[in-house]
């Protein structure tokens, strides 16, 4: 079973529109920690944030925003009024407790969006 | 400045000739990993290294070697590439102290393997 699951591959948007990404995990540990990254069409990976699991106050960051509910076990991602530089690959990551005190890394396959302007 | 760089950045070689990508990390971090991405299958991860001489497999490992000598270096070896490894490639280091899973990543190599 997927830790991880990003359900909508690709989404499309007119310039203005808010959108949201969807991002639902899954584990066992009652400590972890939940990322996203965004992959511009140049193909880096840029942090936007995190978040660890005893947290659940939602952040707002500019335009971006999160919402993290422990009860349904999701980190969704909204951006309000998408620009066309917003045009990119988004992950989500999930951040488990792994031996010798480290953490195993569990990226979901990434959402595409697409503002059009 | 901080980073993860990564070379080449592109490359394009042929089915069965071995070739290195190198990684390395100036932050004296001490797990770094491996991943690849292939459309629709996300950032999976081929290896990873807690620390010098500490390696282990990750979720895709099969036609790949890595070592890890040094702390600021990681290269991942294709020994005999196949078209199926055709892919964007990323290194990745994290500290272990305090540790949150953050990662760092390079740039990116993207490999065509005809």
């Known amino acids: 079973a997927q830790k991880v699951t990003q359900a909508q591959t690709e989404i499309s948007v007119v310039e203005k529109e808010d959108v949201t990404l969807d991002c639902v995990y899954e584990?066992?540990?009652?400590?972890?920690?939940l990322f996203w990254y965004k992959q511009p069409p140049s193909g880096e990976l840029v942090f936007l944030i995190r978040r660890n699991s005893f947290d659940e106050q939602n952040e707002i960051s500019g335009r971006y925003s999160w919402n993290f509910q422990k009860s349904t076990s999701s980190f969704n991602f909204t951006i309000t009024a998408s620009q066309v530089v917003d045009s990119a690959v988004y992950f989500c990551?999930?951040?488990?407790?792994?031996?010798?005190?480290?953490?195993?890394?569990?990226f979901g396959i990434g959402t595409k969006l697409q503002v059009i302007p | 400045e901080a980073q993860v760089t990564q070379n080449p950045r592109y490359l394009i070689t042929v089915t069965g000739k071995k070739l290195t990508v190198t990684c390395s990390q100036n932050?004296?971090?001490?797990?770094m990993s491996w991943y690849r991405q292939d459309p629709g299958l996300g950032l999976r991860q081929i290896y990873y290294?807690?620390?010098?001489?500490?390696?282990d497999k990750g979720d895709v490992p099969e036609g790949y070697k890595v070592s890890r000598k040094e702390k600021r270096n990681f290269p991942l070896i294709l020994e005999s590439p196949s078209p199926n490894q055709t892919s964007l490639y990323f290194c990745?280091?994290?500290?272990?102290?305090?540790?949150?899973?953050?990662?760092?990543f390079g740039e990116g190599s993207r490999l065509t393997v005809l």
């Open positions: 990745a280091s994290s500290p272990r102290t305090g540790t949150t899973g953050e990662l760092f």
């Open positions: 290294s807690m620390n010098v001489e500490v390696t």
């Open positions: 990551a999930l951040s488990e407790p792994y031996s010798g005190g480290y953490q195993k890394v569990t």
């Open positions: 932050m004296n971090h001490e797990y």
């Open positions: 584990t066992r540990d009652t400590t972890y920690y």
